[in-house]
Every structure is written in structure tokens, then in C-alpha cells.
């Protein structure tokens, strides 16, 4: 058999373990996993690709993210040119998006609407969970949806001015359909009534003035998720419909899943973000702490600590981003009232990078964790789990190379993302992807992107799965 490529002398990595082995791709698969296939078909016009001393791990996904999103009253700085090349960069080769209805439209208007970003731009693959913020009239276009093969649905607890919110009645009324029509349910969690009621209390010139940025941690005490997820993870139980908590930051929503599972509820699933990981809510006492809200917002020392252990026990089972991008002229648009700041941060070229060297580099995953929540299991539990997030014959060839030691210094003015600021600026993260294919066609050499505009294929996806 002619291969197009073959990736030499890297070591391949598994959920399962590790191996020394060469891969061989045709077209846009993975055609063979083995050792000495470099030197069988050298010379037929095959591209080598030396992995020597890398790893060499399915490429990410990253199931949470907001391109060209209109938030805030601005419209998030990473569309799915940048968004996606920066992704590449990241090692990240399939992206899922959040197609969300505005105003009076339906759910299909809101897919038709993200399939117009995307199509012609995107680098990477990319899918859309579909938000449903009108329960009463969504709720009968939820078997037309999966039919097209958008098997997830969301739903927000909170944002009520922007017409997103949902109540509790359609919450539960979406579960009951997910579960008749085997779809999921993702469900921002946070407490709107109690939130609501703590941002009024703190919404006055004085502690404006004295407090900035920090009252936007001070009003989302850890209480306002975890009651949020006990609500959810309680219609998920007893209407038996799949939920998956996205963005959970806190160690009391984490102590939630885990009783969760320990009852038994594998309907019940939940990831987390990598800010939640690395940094804490320290930063918006800075000068510049309105830059990192986000919603929900960084939490404490202490949460990190339970989510990764969280992650090790798998109670936490996936790692994203929630990129949601606004540069430093958006953010500045406060003006003192956290209340007015755009939420939301870049995250997709720095995701992998950051779990390789907080989880890995710290002892805290084995590579095999880290391609297990960035890889395997968001491909499964998103119903991609028969093409993708794994380096497996007939698999797309989505790969990313990784040398271990590596190590590039965060710089917004030499990444891919149209963010002028980063979390991380400064930070030394090995994990940066030296060569990363999407299906098949390297799109990063070297550290640079090198991919196409309108290489990303909008996918279609099964029946979302268990880990
Ligand atoms: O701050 C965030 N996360 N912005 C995007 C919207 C959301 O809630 O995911
Ligand atoms: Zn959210
Ligand atoms: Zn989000």
C-alpha cells in the first residue's frame, strides 16, 4: 500500500499506554500503527515526518468554544480564521462550537448562522452543540437537529438579558427529550436568582471604586455553581437524561459529581476548563484583573487542587477552554463596573500546552491522562468516537507532535489567536505542537501554522458516548 506520510521515530501515544511505532497515513486516515514502516516505504514519494524523542498524540479537541460570538455587546475577537489557527498551533484539530439563536429564531436558523462563520474559513474540523433558549418552541425542533447529526444540545442557567436563560422546567423538559431521542444536555451552571441578588447588593459606586474587578469574584461565591449542579445533576437523575456540566470550577461542584457517580448516575458527566487549573482569582486584584473575568470566574487555590484530582479520578473527564476572546480595547470598555466587562478569554493555542506542563510536567497526569480528557474521551463523549482522538488505523489522521522538553515563551505578538494580551503572557510552556495534520495534511511545521483556510470540514457527529 502507497502511503502519503509517515510520522518516524516518535513515541505513540494511548489512553492505554505508550509505543514506540511509526504511523502511516493514506489520504486522510490513519492507515497502519506499527514499527519499521518509515524504512518499508521510503522512496515511493512519501512525506517523513521525523518524530524523534516526541510524542506523538491524537490531535485535541476542544468541545467548548465561542468564535465570532456576540456577547457583552461586542462580538468575541477570535473568528474561526484566527480561532482555528490557533488551534493548529495548539495541537487542537476538531473544535465544537456553540450555535445559539438570537432574538426570535429557531434552532436550524441558529446552525444555518454558525455554518456561515465557519464554512470557507475554518482550519481544523468543527461541530456545534446547539443552545436552545426558547424551551417552548425549540423543544419540537430537537429531533430534526439530531437527525442532522448535532447530538448535544445546551442550555444556560444564567444570562437572562441576553433571552438565553433557561428555567428549570425547560431544563428538565430537555432532559427527558434527550434521553428519548439519545442526545445530551449541556448546562451552564450557575445560580441566577442568588446571583442576581448579590450583584444588586454590590453594585455601588464605593465598592466599585474600592474593589474593581475583584467584586466580580465576590458576587460568585462557590455556592452559586454548586447549587446550580446539585439542581442539574438532580433532573438528570430522575428523568434519566445524559448531562454534562461544562466549564465546572469549583471543588464543591466537583465533590457534587463525584457523589454523583458514586450513586451510580453515569448519565452524569462534567468538564473543566484550563484557567481553572492554573490560575486563581488572586488576578483581579491586579491593574489588569478586568481582563481576566470570565463566567464563571476563576476560582481559588483550593479548587484547582480538588479538579485535578478530580481529572486523576476521572470524576472531571474532559479538559477545555471556553475561548471566548475579546482583546484589551474590548475589556477596557468597563470603565470601573465589573458588571460591563466583555467575559470570556483565548485558550485554544495554549490548552494543550498548559496541560502538558501543569498536568504532566507537575506530576499531576501521565501523557496517557492528558491524551485521555484532551483527546479520547472528549471525541467519545461528543459522538466522534469512531473517527477521532485516537491514533488508530482507519482514524482520521489528526495528529499532533509534541517534543517534551520544548519549551516556547507566551508572546500574544507571535501567536495565531487575535488576542493582543494572555492570561499566561511570560509563561515557559512546553506541549506547544512542532508539527500537527488535520486529516492527513500537516497544517503546522516547525511551531508554524501552515494550514488553509476552508481545510476544516464541518462534522457531522453519532450518538454521544460514555468514557
Ligand atoms: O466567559 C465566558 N465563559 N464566556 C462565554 C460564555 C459562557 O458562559 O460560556
Ligand atoms: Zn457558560
Ligand atoms: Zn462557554
Known amino acids: ?133 426558547k424551551w417552548d418552541r425549540h423543544k419540537h425542533e430537537m429531533e430534526s437537529i439530531v437527525g442532522q447529526g448535532l447530538t448535544t444540545f445546551k442550555q444556560f442557567m444564567i444570562y437572562e438579558k441576553e433571552g438565553w436563560q433557561a428555567d428549570d422546567a425547560a431544563i428538565f423538559g430537555a432532559l427527558e427529550k434527550c434521553r428519548e431521542l439519545d442526545a445530551m444536555l449541556l448546562i451552564h451552571a450557575e445560580s441566577s436568582r442568588v446571583l442576581d441578588e ?82 486563581d482569582d488572586s488576578l483581579f486584584k491586579g491593574e489588569n484583573g478586568h481582563l481576566y473575568a470570565c463566567c464563571p470566574q476563576i476560582k481559588k487555590k483550593a479548587d484547582q487542587k480538588r479538579l485535578w484530582s478530580g481529572l486523576q479520578k476521572d470524576t472531571v473527564c474532559v479538559i477545555s477552554t471556553d475561548t471566548c476572546t475579546f482583546s484589551r480595547e474590548q475589556k477596557a470598555t468597563w470603565g470601573g463596573d465589573w458588571t460591563k466587562i466583555p467575559m470570556g478569554l483565548p485558550g485554544l493555542e495554549t490548552m494543550v500546552p498548559l496541560a502538558y506542563t501543569y498536568g504532566v510536567g507537575k506530576g499531576r497526569l501521565s501523557i496517557n491522562e492528558l491524551v485521555d480528557k484532551c483527546c479520547t474521551s472528549p471525541a467519545r463523549i461528543m459522538g466522534l468516537g469512531d473517527r477521532k482522538g485516537q491514533i488508530r488505523k482507519g482514524f482520521d489522521a489528526d495528529i499532533a507532535v509534541i517534543h517534551p522538553k520544548h519549551k516556547i515563551k507566551v508572546n500574544p505578538a507571535e501567536m495565531e489567536t487575535n488576542a493582543d494580551w494572555s492570561p499566561y503572557e511570560g509563561w515557559n510552556l512546553a506541549g506547544f505542537s512542532r508539527t500537527t495534520l488535520c486529516r492527513g495534511k500537516v497544517i503546522v511545521d516547525d511551531y508554524k501554522f501552515c494550514g488553509e483556510n476552508g481545510h476544516g470540514q464541518f462534522l457531522t457527529r453519532g450518538k454521544p458516548g460514555r468514557k
Open 198 to 279: 448579590l450583584i444588586t447588593r454590590h453594585h455601588n459606586e464605593e465598592e466599585m471604586k474600592k474593589l474593581g474587578a475583584q467584586l466580580h469574584a465576590i458576587t460568585r461565591p462557590n455556592f452559586i455553581e454548586a447549587e446550580a449542579i446539585q439542581r442539574a445533576v438532580k433532573w438528570a437523575e430522575v428523568t434519566g437524561g445524559r448531562l454534562y456540566i461544562v466549564h465546572m470550577s469549583t471543588a464543591e461542584g466537583t465533590e457534587i459529581i463525584a457523589d454523583a457517580h458514586r450513586r451510580g448516575l453515569s448519565n452524569v458527566l462534567a468538564e473543566t476548563c484550563i484557567q481553572y487549573l492554573v490560575l
Open 1 to 133: 500500500m502507497a502511503f502519503d506520510t509517515i510520522i518516524t521515530n516518535g513515541t505513540v501515544v494511548h489512553v492505554t499506554g505508550s509505543e514506540k511505532a511509526d504511523v502511516a497515513i493514506a489520504g486522510e486516515k490513519i492507515a497502519k500503527v506499527g514499527r519499521g514502516l518509515a524504512k518499508k516505504a521510503a522512496g515511493n514519494g512519501t512525506r517523513v515526518i521525523n518524530a524523534s524523542g516526541c510524542y506523538v498524540i491524537p490531535g485535541a479537541l476542544d468541545v467548548h468554544v465561542h468564535l465570532d460570538l456576540p456577547f457583552c455587546g461586542t462580538t468575541s475577537a477570535d473568528d474561526y480564521d484566527s480561532g482555528t489557527r490557533a488551534a493548529a498551533r495548539g495541537g487542537v484539530t476538531t473544535v465544537i462550537d456553540f450555535a445559539i439563536p438570537y432574538g426570535d429564531e429557531s434552532l436550524q436558523q441558529a446552525v444555518d448562522n454558525w455554518k456561515g462563520k465557519a464554512a470557507g474559513k475554518a482550519c481544523v474540523d468543527y461541530s456545534f452543540h446547539v443552545a436552545i433558549t
